[in-house]
Each structure stands twice: as structure tokens, then as C-alpha cells.
């Protein structure tokens, strides 16, 4: 997984711990992770996101032309 997915996953949880706490923060993310899990509309969505972030930030740089 690329680095900014890592900070937005780790920013994202420690704004959750310190405004709702710890308990509140793993009570959400397991419940949001099984709702996901088990609604295809969200992981339509989960995917289409993902692709357009791979395709616009991560996409393979074209080949240096040899002279």
C-alpha cells in the first residue's frame, strides 16, 4: 500500500482516539469494516476510489525515449 494511504489510515485513527477515544474508535472502525465487507455498493465504491487514486497518483511513468 503506498505511503499516503498509510498517513491518511494513521491520521485518520489517532483524530478518532483522541476526540471519541480508544474503545469508541475500534467499536467504529469493526463496524464500519463489516458493514463494507458485506454491502456491495460499498465496495463498488471502495474500488472505484482506489482505481482513480492509482491511475492518477501511482500510475507507471512512460519510458525515457533513448537518443
Known sequence: ???C???????LLLICNQT???P????????TITWTATTPA???IIAALA?????TYHA????RARH
Open 5 to 11: 494511504a498509510w498517513l491518511l489510515i494513521g491520521s
Open 60 to 63: 507507471p511513468r512512460p519510458a
Open 42 to 44: 460499498a465496495l463498488v
Open 24 to 31: 469508541a474508535t475500534v467499536d467504529f472502525l469493526l463496524a
Open 1 to 3: 500500500m503506498p505511503r
Open 51 to 55: 482505481a482513480h487514486h492509482l491511475l
Open 20 to 22: 471519541i477515544g480508544l
